[in-house]
Nanobody, 124 residues
Framework: QVQLVESGGGLVQAGGSLRLSCAASGRTFSMYRMGWFRQAPGKEREFAASITWSRGITGYADSVKGRFTISRDNAKDTVYLQMNSLKPEDTAVYYC?????????????????WGQGTQVTVSS
């Protein structure tokens, strides 16, 4: 079992920045990757960013590439999502997820555990 707790969401103006954190606990030693997904009102949940736990290899959705940066602190079992140049279309609930295999990082099915989500609202 792995427990994930997100924090750092909030309300920010367009062009601003936020940093999300996701603290993992439990069977973290066997994690292969962690990812961030987001779900906007009325839309399906979509992939945003991913990072492999051991080597720190990252992947991003085209919609956030160049603006968002995912990183991890293995000593703290925490993954971060630095979000810059935020746009109103980035408004969503952001979810942290943990995966244990090398399956494609784009798919929700590749992740076994999920956090409860944190709301990010970007005003225009």
């Amino acid at each position: 079992q792995v427990q994930l707790v997100e924090s750092g969401g909030g309300l920010v103006q367009a062009g601003g920045s936020l940093r999300l954190s996701c603290a993992a606990s439990g069977r973290t030693f066997s994690m292969y990757r962690m990812g961030w997904f987001r779900q906007a009102p009325g839309k399906e949940r979509e992939f945003a960013a991913s990072i492999t736990w051991s080597r720190g290899i990252t992947g991003y959705a085209d919609s956030v590439k160049g603006r968002f940066t995912i990183s991890r602190d293995n000593a703290k079992d925490t993954v971060y999502l630095q979000m810059n140049s935020l746009k109103p279309e980035d408004t969503a609930v952001y979810y942290c997820a943990a995966g244990f295999s090398g399956a494609t990082y784009l798919r929700e099915a590749s992740y076994s555990y999920w956090g409860q989500g944190t709301q990010v609202t970007v005003s225009s």
